[in-house]
C-alpha cells in the first residue's frame, strides 16, 4: 500500500528519502559500474511492463477478489537486484507524479517500503536463500511465496512504523499492526503466486533470461555490506525517532500539560512577560484558538473542558477560513480572466 | 474503456498540458520542482490538529492550476480516485480521538474530526500540488530538471523510458486484455492463465528492448541520454521560487484565516 504525505511528518519523510535516496545512489552506481548499454533500454521496457502487468487483474480463487503484481520480487529475479531498485522506483514516480498515489515527501517512504525492502532484503536474503540458480519448479515456487510474504511484511511494517512515529494518526502502533499485517499477507501469497506462475512461464519459454541476473558477477563483500547498511539505518531511525516522538506529543498528552501548566501558573496579561507570550502564541507550533482544555475559569482553577470550550475563537476560526478560499478562489479567478482577456487579444 | 486504456490516457492528457504555451510551463521546471518540494514539506510541517491555518496554502497549486490553465475536473477527479488509503487510515482518529476540541454554537466537535479533515486537507494540497507540478513542466521538462538538480543519469534516463515504453506495452496489455475477454465471455483471468498473459507480455517486452538497443546503437548510443538544453533560468523563477517561499513562511507563522476571522467577527485582541 502507497504512504500518503498526509499521513507523514517532515522529519519522517525526510529521514525516508535519505535512506531511499542512499539506496538508489548506490544501485545507480552499482548499474552503471557492472551494467552493458544494453541493460538501459531493457530496465526501461520491463518498467514498462510492470507498469502495464500491474493492471492487468487475475481472479483469486474462492474469494470473488483479485490481485495484481506487484514487481519488486520479478525484477529482482529478472535484472538482478540493484536494477530492480532503481526499476521500481521510477514506476513509484510515475505513479506519484501522474496517479496522485502517496505524493512526493512519501516516495521517498514509497521507495523504501516497496522497492528497497523488497528487492535489498526479501530477495537476497530469503529468494536467493530458497531458489540458488538452477533450482526446481517447486523451489522457485516457495521462494516467490516466501520472498513475496516477507518482503510486503517487511513493507506494512514500514508503513505502520512511519505512521506512527509521525503522529497524525491516533492509530497505536499495535492496533495499525493488526489492521495492515492479514491484508499484506493475502496481498503477499497473491504476489508470491504471480510472480512465481510468471517466473515459471518464462523458465519454460525463455530459460536465458532468467539467468541474466545470476549470471552477473556479484561482488563479495555485498551481504556484509548490505548488513552494515541496515545496521547504519536502523541505528538512524532509532536515533532519530525518539525526536519524533518528542516534537509530536499525543494529543491527549499535550493537552493535559497545557491544562496543568496554564492552571498552575496564571501568567501576567501586560509587560515584558505578557509580549512573549503573545510572541510565543504567534509562532507556536500548535494555535491556540481551538483547544478545549486550555479554558480557565476566572479564579484560575480548570473547569471540565466541556461544554465550556471557546466558540468564539472557533467561529473566527471557520469564518477566517471561508473568507480565507473565498479570496484564493478570487485570486485564481482574476488571473484565469486576465489571461483569457490576452488570450482573446492575442487571437484578434 | 479498460482500466489500462484509463491509465494511458490519464498519463498522455497530463503530459500533453505541459506542452501549451503559458505562463506555467515557460517558468524553468528546477524552480517549480524546488517550489513544490518546499510546499509539500510546509504543507506536513503543521500540528496535527490544523484545519484553518492551512487554507491559505491552497493558494499555491489553485494559482498554478490557473496560470497553466490547467482543467479542474480530471484533477479533482485523479484526487478523488487516491484518496482511499489516506482517508481510511484517517477515519480512525474521529473513532479513537473523541475529546471535544472546539465548538460551533451548539454543537461540540471531536478533536478526532478535526485532524480527520486536517489529513484530508493535507493529503489534497500536497498531491495536487504533485498533479500541477507534472502538468506544468511534462516528463521530458521535469526529467531534465532531476538530472541538473543531481539525480544520478541512471534513474532520469530510466524515468523517460518507462514513460515512453509505457504506451507501447500499455497498448499491447491492453489489446491483449481485450482479445481474452472476447473469449472468455468477460470473466477474469485465472493465475494459470495469468501466467501465460503476463508472460507473453514480458516475452514481447524482451524482444522489444533488443529491438530498441540495436535502433540505440544504430544511432550511437552509448549509455548516456542527452536531452536538448532546456530553457536557463531566469530572474522570473528566483522570483517565483523567492516569492513563494516567503509566502509559504508567512503562512507557517502567521494563522491568516484566524485573523481574518478575528478582524470580521470583531474579537481583535
Redesign the interface.
Known sequence: MHMADALLSPAVGAGMWALSGIALMRSARRVRSQADDHTAPLMGVLGAFVFAAQMINFAIPATGSSGHLGGGLLLSALLGPHPALIVIASVLTVQALFFADGGLLALGANIFNLGVLPCLVAYPLVYRAIAAPGASNSRIVAASLAAAVSGLLLGSLGVVSQTVASGITSLSFESFVVLMVPIHLAIGIVEGLATSALLLFIRRARPDLLDRATTAPRPRTSFRRLLVSLAVAAAVTAGMLPWFASTQPDGLEWSLERAAGAAGLPTPELGVHGWLARVQEKTSVLPDYDFAAKVIASDGSPEPAWPNVNAGTSVAGVIGGAITLALVWLIAWLIRRRQQIESRRSAE | MS??DV?LH??RT?DDLARRD??LTRLDARAQVVT??VF??V???F???????L??L??YP??L???G?LPARPLLR??A??AP??ML??L??P???R???????EI??A??W??FA???L??AL??G???V??AGTGMHE?CAALGRLGV????T??????????F???G??SS??TAYELRSGG?????????????H???R??E???R??LA??ARG???E?RSAASRSWTRRDTLFVLGWCAFFLLVR??????????A??G?LP
Request: with cysteine.
Open positions: 482500466r489500462i491509465a490519464d498519463l497530463l503559458t505562463p513544490t518540494l509539500c514539506v504543507v506536513v510541517s500540528d496535527r490538529y490544523s484545519v484553518s491555518a487554507l491559505p491552497a493558494l489553485i494559482t492550476a490557473a496560470l490553465d485523479k484526487l480516485i487516491a488509503f489516506a487510515v484517517g480512525f482518529n473513532l479513537l480521538d475529546a471535544p476540541l472546539l465548538t460551533l454554537g461540540a466537535i478533536g478526532g478535526v485532524s486536517s489529513i484530508m493535507r493529503f500536497t498531491v500540488s504533485a498533479l507540478l507534472i521535469l544520478p543519469g541512471v534513474f534516463a530510466q524515468l523517460l523510458f518507462l514513460f515512453r515504453y509505457s507501447v506495452l500499455g499491447e496489455a491483449m486484455m470473466r477474469r483471468p485465472g493465475l494459470k492463465d495469468y501466467g501465460g498473459l503476463a508472460g507480455l514480458l516475452l517486452a524482451f522489444r528492448a533488443q530498441i538497443h540505440m546503437i548510443f552509448d549509455g541520454l507563522w502567521v494563522n491568516i484565516p484566524q485573523w481574518l476571522g478575528q470580521t467577527t474579537q
